[in-house]
């Protein structure tokens, strides 16, 4: 007698890793399961994909992972998958092991391989997680919360030595193309300039008058939080020590910054968005991704996602600003 096929899915994380991947994967594994569907971890991204490296997961498969920080998982940036050798691949061995669905974890990179995916036949929910907070569609993207707090602690022992010494210190934060991470870290630190990629600096408005007028209430140290896209952390640091004489350190956070145990707010939202994601599958849904609007869970078409801009919180910019004298 013929039997029905469980339903199948998959789960991968791509990209740079962010903490609470793990928890959205947890999140997909138990669903899944709750819902009687098979599910697949898939490890290194969508190299796993494209090689077959997929793993039936059970529930205890997903266990004690909570807590920590990167991918149990694994993760990669995987170029074949730009090419359509790669994407053929990839969809026969989905077709291999049954896979009806793909949940894919990451960020931009990550959704236009799952946009690729679904246009060819599998279909994919993407889960926006990133620590750069640069997904146009959701106002949150998974690990961005505790990657902000990581920041700014390591901000505030800059602090403590900057302010011991008298000394200025221009602290550069990840965030790739995007200045998300450098506000929040600066306001939460209290730093004296923020710089951001998409909002343009005039050193002599920016920075130089700012030492100066701080200089003249009293105060002596200086902290500059640079969002990564800024750039030319050198060549700013030089212009300080001509124009003020101050002492002058850099100190670039780097993937500190990526690891770690998530925060509260991490765990919930990966736990949501994975749950959402695997009951958008469950519906019959392929090319869409779980986002937050307005601080709801909301999904979008993966393509619509894609083609959106995400506007720059400007007057958070001017309140950073406006305190930090
Ligand atoms: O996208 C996350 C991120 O950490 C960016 O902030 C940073 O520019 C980039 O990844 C670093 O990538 P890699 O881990 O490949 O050095």
Redesign the pocket.
């Known amino acids: 007698m013929f039997t029905k096929k469980k339903p199948t899915i998959a789960v991968l994380t791509s990209?740079?890793?962010?903490p609470g991947m793990n928890a959205a994967i947890r999140a997909v594994v138990r669903s899944a399961i709750a819902r009687e569907m098979k599910i697949f971890g898939v490890y290194h991204g969508y190299n796993g994909l494209i090689d077959g490296k997929f793993e039936e997961m059970q529930l205890r498969s997903v266990s004690d992972i909570m807590q920590k920080g990167g991918t149990m998982l694994y993760t990669a940036?995987c170029p074949e998958f730009c090419t359509q050798e790669g994407i053929d691949k990839a969809v026969k061995m989905c077709y291999r092991y049954g896979i009806d669905g793909v949940v894919t974890i990451g960020?931009d990179g990550t959704f236009r391989g799952a946009g690729e995916l679904s246009a060819a036949g599998v279909p994919c929910v993407g889960i926006p997680c990133?620590?750069?907070n640069?997904i146009a569609c959701s106002e949150y993207t998974i690990g961005y919360d505790t990657?902000m707090n990581t920041a700014m602690r390591m901000v505030d022992n800059i602090r403590d030595t900057v302010q011991s010494h008298d000394r200025c210190n221009i602290v550069e934060v990840?965030?790739?193309?995007?200045g998300w991470?450098a506000l929040n870290t600066g306001i939460s630190c209290g730093a004296s300039v923020v710089l951001v990629p998409e909002i343009e600096y005039d050193f002599d408005r920016d920075i130089h008058s700012k030492i100066t007028s701080t200089f003249g209430t009293g105060k002596h140290h200086f902290i500059i939080v640079a969002a990564?896209?800024v750039g030319g952390l050198d060549e700013i640091a030089k212009q300080i020590i001509d124009k003020t004489g101050m002492e002058v350190r850099t100190t670039v956070l780097g993937?500190i910054?990526?690891g770690g145990s998530p925060t509260v707010q991490d765990r919930v939202y990966a736990t949501e968005m994975g749950y959402r994601a695997v009951e958008l599958l469950s519906e019959g849904k392929g090319n869409r991704v779980v986002a937050i609007k307005d601080g709801k869970m909301v999904d979008y078409d993966l393509n619509e996602a894609l083609a959106m801009k995400k506007p720059f919180d400007y007057e958070l910019f001017e309140i950073a600003h406006a305190v930090s004298i």
């Open positions: 990209g740079g890793d962010a940036r960020g990133t620590i750069d640069d990657a990840m965030g790739r193309h995007a991470l990564e896209g993937h910054q990526r």
